[in-house]
């Protein structure tokens, strides 16, 4: 097996001291990460800090989940709208900041390639990380349903997206139907399609950008393509990545250790690019889990780990003794 890769999620903090930000990378190198998505925008101080200390930074860019005031004013057409006929602008499904732009939009795709371009010109920037590159979700993983107090063991309408104006009319040129006259859309196989393409067809073209200046494309992904598929559109293992970061967050879905290991060898079964293996540290409890769930995932073939969550210092002793095993 070629050496493991180790990644954190972590944000851009501008109010942060020079020097605190160098202690910040330089102990993520020195614990054995290699590398970093880092969110929120471009800053040059920090990009050059973080390359400065050896890590790969790659951009992290919240895709189709945009709040950005400009689109607010000037295209509200472009939120997607719920089945119900509710505009996520308006209306976001579960959280207030969750506003999704429709993928099938031609003005939202140009935005959006504009925004990548952006990151993926900087110096620093070793590759663009797509995040909230899918469809809001239709259904929540299991573990969350009691927070919002909701059963979704069917599609409801209220987070069933998109059936705007224009997505209805690019479904109907190709097809000759209207999806809100589909009797039961969780079931139609030929709308279902039309999502996952159209989600498909975004990555291409954000990939074609990225590659251009000679950067990787990867992307934080839900755990396995058939899930992603069923909760949120996404038909991850067709799209042109360098690397994905499924995002397997055991306890949203009230799963064991060992269901982290099943996700990342159905994955890298069913895809040539790397598979780093996202894992949310607030799961983690007890002594010894996150050494046992690294393990896991390398038995199972990850080329390597994503962490996500606030790096406490009680997880670094077990994180570098995995790293070290």
């Known amino acids: 097996m070629l050496d493991m890769k180790y990644w954190a999620w972590t944000e851009v903090d501008k109010k942060a001291p020079t020097e605190e930000l160098k202690r910040k990378y330089g102990k993520l190198i020195a614990r054995g990460l290699n ?4 969110g929120g925008g471009i800053d040059d101080r920090e990009f050059e800090i973080v390359r400065a200390s050896g890590l790969e930074l790659h951009a992290w860019m919240w895709t189709l989940n945009r709040n950005d005031r400009w689109i607010r004013e000037h295209h509200p057409e472009w939120y997607m709208v719920s089945r119900s006929g509710k505009s996520s602008l308006d209306h976001p499904p579960y959280v207030d900041y969750y506003r999704w732009l429709s993928p099938v939009i031609p003005g939202v795709q140009e935005f959006l390639k504009q925004k990548v371009d952006e990151l993926a010109t900087h110096p620093a920037v070793s590759g663009v990380h797509l995040d909230y590159i899918r469809y809001p979700d239709v259904i929540l993983p299991p573990g969350l349903w009691k927070r919002y107090g909701l059963d979704q063991t069917k599609e409801l309408p209220d ?3 998109c059936y705007g104006e224009q997505s209805r009319g ?3 040129k190709l097809t000759g139907r209207d999806p809100i006259e589909i009797d039961d859309p969780s079931s139609d196989q030929q709308w279902k399609r039309f999502r996952y393409d ?12 990225v590659r251009r200046h000679g950067k990787k494309i990867t992307a ?7 899930l992603a598929r069923k909760i949120c559109r996404q ?8 690397a994905a970061c499924p995002m397997l967050y055991h306890g949203f879905y ?3 250790l060992n269901w982290i290991g099943e996700c990342v060898k159905e994955d890298v079964g069913l895809v040539t690019y790397p598979i780093y293996a996202g894992l949310y540290l607030p799961d983690f409890h007890k002594p010894g889990e996150l050494v046992k ?3 896991i995932c390398k038995a199972n073939g990850a080329s390597g780990i994503s962490l996500f969550g606030t790096m406490e210092d009680r997880f670094w002793p077990p994180f570098v003794k995995a790293t070290k095993s």
């Open 198 to 209: 159209s989600v498909t067809y975004l990555v291409q073209q954000l990939a074609k950008v």
């Open 159 to 161: 987070y069933d997206f």
């Open 35 to 38: 590398g970093v998505f880092l």
């Open 220 to 226: 934080a992904v839900f755990p396995t393509p058939r």
């Open 254 to 256: 009230n799963e064991t």
């Open 235 to 242: 038909d991850w293992d067709r799209w042109p990545l360098d």
């Open 170 to 172: 690019a479904f109907g």
């Open 293 to 295: 769930a690294i393990q």
